[in-house]
C-alpha cells in the first residue's frame, strides 16, 4: 500500500513557475511507477508525466513538453513536478499517482493540489 499526499500548489501569473512535491509512504516507494496527472474544471482528468525507476523512462504529455519536469528522490520517497512557463491553459487540480506495475492503470491516488495560472 502507498499512501500519496500532494503539495505546492498555487495562484501563479502567466509564465511563472510551480514546484508540486508528493510525498509517498510505504517502504517500496522506489520500485513504483510514479506519475502526476491533471483535471480542469468540466474536463476529464488527463496525463502529464511519468517517471518509472530506471533512468530515461520518462513520458511526457505533449501539451507540457518542454516546460515540465518530473523527478523523484527515492531517499526521500517524494516525487516532483517543476512546472515552468505556466500558461492560464495549465490551470487544474494536479494529482500525483503510483502503481508497482511498470504499464497498465494507476492503483494509487493522491486527494489533488489547485494549480491556478492567471492571464
Known amino acids: 500500500q502507498v499512501q500519496l499526499v500532494e503539495s505546492g500548489g498555487g495562484l501563479v501569473q502567466a509564465g511563472g513557475s510551480l514546484r508540486l512535491s508528493c510525498a509517498a509512504s510505504g517502504r517500496t516507494f522506489s520500485t513504483y511507477r510514479m506519475g502526476w496527472f491533471r483535471q480542469a474544471p468540466g474536463q476529464e482528468r488527463e496525463f502529464v508525466a511519468s517517471k518509472a525507476l530506471s533512468a530515461g523512462s520518462t513520458n511526457y504529455a505533449d501539451s507540457v513538453k518542454g516546460r515540465f519536469t518530473i523527478s523523484r528522490d527515492n531517499a526521500k520517497r517524494t516525487v516532483y513536478l517543476q512546472m515552468n512557463s505556466l500558461k492560464p491553459e495549465d490551470t487544474a487540480v494536479y494529482y500525483c499517482?503510483?502503481?508497482?506495475?511498470?504499464?497498465?492503470?494507476?492503483?494509487?491516488w493522491g486527494q489533488g493540489t489547485q494549480v491556478t495560472v492567471s492571464s
Open positions: 499517482t503510483a502503481d508497482p506495475s511498470s504499464t497498465g492503470p494507476w492503483n494509487y
